[in-house]
T-cell receptor
């Protein structure tokens, strides 16, 4: 396994611009998660997919945020009309549905800075 | 509501000494409990988990954790700390729903 891969690792954008992050989960992992982490805080759940179905969304996920996993493989997280409060690290994670004791494995994260 | 508490923002320990990073949880029923470690500007690395069975769980890099149901705790321990163990440690709980709920993290500083 190559692990969970995220791209880009760092993004600096101007307020009001749109940004998109991509996540490639561990091969054959059918669950994919997005979390957000700000400095000094633990990761906060945003949303998760089982295959291509988005099963849960946090109230943190405002209308400006949208996540997709069109073919049940990679996922994208788009933030429209970015605000300075969106500056954070966006973590993607994946897991098998069963058989691995439900361990969730994380990627290296994508840092977003909104200026 | 499910929650996890890490009561210490920072733990300082001398290299070679035992270390403990504390975690307590609040959840009804049987929780799945996890520890992750985060190095600067990196993602989270899985250390160990408790699902069921033996209350003492062994994980990566010589870490272990003890599940205590009566005290609703899952403290992370290591018999002999290394300077390279210095990092941010997160306890997390998973119950019924599929998402992890994280504590606020504890910074471990190991001094030479």
């Amino acid at each position: 396994d190559t692990g969970v891969s995220q791209d880009p690792r760092h993004k600096i954008t101007k307020r009001g611009q749109n940004v998109t992050f991509r996540c490639d989960p561990i091969s054959e992992h059918n669950r994919l998660y997005w979390y957000r982490q700000t400095l000094g805080q633990g990761p906060e759940f945003l949303t998760y997919f089982q295959n291509e179905a988005q099963l849960e969304k946090s109230r943190l996920l405002s209308d400006r945020f949208s996540a997709e996993r069109p073919k049940g493989s990679f996922s994208t997280l788009e933030i429209q009309r970015t605000e300075q409060g969106d500056s954070a690290m966006y973590l993607c994670a994946s897991s098998l549905l069963a058989g691995d004791g439900n361990t969730i494995y994380f990627g290296e994260g994508s840092w977003l800075t909104v200026v | 509501a499910q929650s996890v508490a890490q009561p210490e923002d920072q733990v300082n320990v001398a290299e070679g000494n035992p270390l403990t990073v504390k975690c307590t949880y609040s959840v009804s029923g049987n929780p799945y409990l996890f520890w992750y470690v985060q190095y600067p500007n990196r993602g989270l690395q899985f250390l160990l988990k408790y699902i069921t069975g033996d209350n003492l769980v062994k994980g990566s890099y010589g870490f272990e954790a003890e599940f205590n149901k009566s005290q609703t705790s899952f403290h992370l321990k290591k018999p002999s700390a290394l300077v390279s163990d210095s990092a941010l440690y997160f306890c997390a709980v998973r119950f019924n729903t599929d998402k992890l709920i994280f504590g606020t993290g504890t910074r471990l500083q190991v001094f030479p």
